[in-house]
C-alpha cells in the first residue's frame, strides 16, 4: 500500500461546529504532516508528528487540535472555525522526519459558512 | 525562510525544454520537488541530499548547488502530461547538521505545456 488516504473528501461546517479530519497510510512511515493549502497558493505546514508525538506546531490557532493515536493514524480536530479557515488541507508522510520525500493524501476540501 | 521560485510561469510546446529555478536564504539540508496537477495532491518527483548531488528520472532532473543554496529542476522534451505547478521544497539545516524538520514551500511554477 503506497498511499494515504483522507477522509472526507469535502467537509462543509458552521462556524459553531465540531468537526475531524482523518488521514491514514500503511506504508510504515513514522513522520506524518498536517498542511494547508488556498487556492494558487503553496501548501503551507501546520503540524509534524514524529514517532507519535508533535514534533512541530507551526503557530497554528488552538481552534486546529492534532492527534497522532497510532503510527498509522492522524487526525485534525477542527472547533469553531473562521471563514477564512475554508482551504484544502492535505496530510501526508515520510519514512522519517527530515531527509525523505512525502506522500500526500488527496485532501479535505474544507468549507466554513 | 519561504524559498523563491522562478520563473512563476511557463509555457512551451511540446519537446521543447524548461528550467525551475529555486533558491533560499538559509542553509539547507534538502531540497524537495514536487508536482501537483489541477485538483490534485503534490506528487513527489525527487530529493536532493548533498551539494553537487543531480537526480532524474525520464527527462526530469534536478541540481542542488549547496554553497549558493540554490536547486534547479530541468524538464527536457517536454509531454503534455508534464503540464502542472511544480513546487520547490527546503528543508532548513538545523545547528547541528541535521535538519530542522519543516519542509517550507515556494511559491511554485505553473508549467503549460500545448501541443
Known amino acids: 500500500d503506497t498511499e494515504v488516504t483522507q477522509t472526507p473528501k469535502h467537509l462543509v461546517m458552521g462556524m459553531t461546529n465540531k468537526k475531524s479530519l482523518k488521514c491514514e497510510q500503511h506504508?510504515?512511515?513514522?513522520?506524518m504532516y498536517w498542511y494547508k493549502q488556498k487556492a494558487k497558493k503553496p501548501p503551507e505546514l501546520m503540524f509534524v508528528?514524529?514517532?507519535?508525538?508533535?514534533?512541530i506546531n507551526e503557530s497554528v490557532p488552538s481552534r486546529f487540535s492534532p492527534e497522532c493515536p497510532n503510527s498509522s493514524l492522524l487526525n485534525l480536530h477542527l472547533h469553531a472555525l473562521q471563514p477564512e479557515d475554508s482551504a484544502l488541507y492535505l496530510c501526508?508522510?515520510?519514512?522519517?522526519?527530515?531527509?525523505?520525500?512525502?506522500?500526500f493524501g488527496s485532501g479535505t476540501r474544507l468549507t466554513v459558512v | 525562510q519561504q524559498p523563491v521560485q522562478s520563473p512563476q510561469a511557463v509555457i512551451l510546446r511540446e519537446g521543447e525544454d524548461a528550467v525551475i529555478n529555486c533558491s533560499s536564504s538559509?542553509?539547507?539540508?534538502?531540497v524537495h520537488w514536487y508536482r501537483q496537477k489541477h485538483g490534485e495532491a503534490p506528487v513527489f518527483l525527487m530529493i536532493?541530499?548533498?551539494?553537487?548531488e543531480q537526480k532524474g528520472h525520464d527527462k526530469i532532473s534536478a541540481s542542488f548547488n549547496e554553497k549558493k543554496q540554490q536547486s534547479s529542476l530541468y524538464l527536457t522534451a517536454s509531454q503534455l502530461s508534464y503540464s502542472g505547478t511544480y513546487f520547490c521544497?527546503?528543508?532548513?539545516?538545523?545547528?547541528?547538521?541535521?535538519?530542522?524538520?519543516?519542509?517550507?514551500f515556494g511559491k511554485g511554477t505553473k508549467l503549460s505545456v500545448k501541443p
Open positions: 536532493l541530499l548533498k551539494g553537487g
Open positions: 538559509k542553509a539547507l539540508y534538502s
Open positions: 506504508m510504515g512511515h513514522r513522520a
Open positions: 501526508a508522510s515520510s519514512s522519517r522526519q527530515g531527509g525523505y520525500g512525502y506522500t
Open positions: 521544497g527546503t528543508e532548513p539545516r538545523g545547528n547541528y547538521g541535521g535538519s530542522q524538520g519543516n519542509l517550507i
Open positions: 508528528y514524529s514517532y507519535e508525538k508533535l514534533s
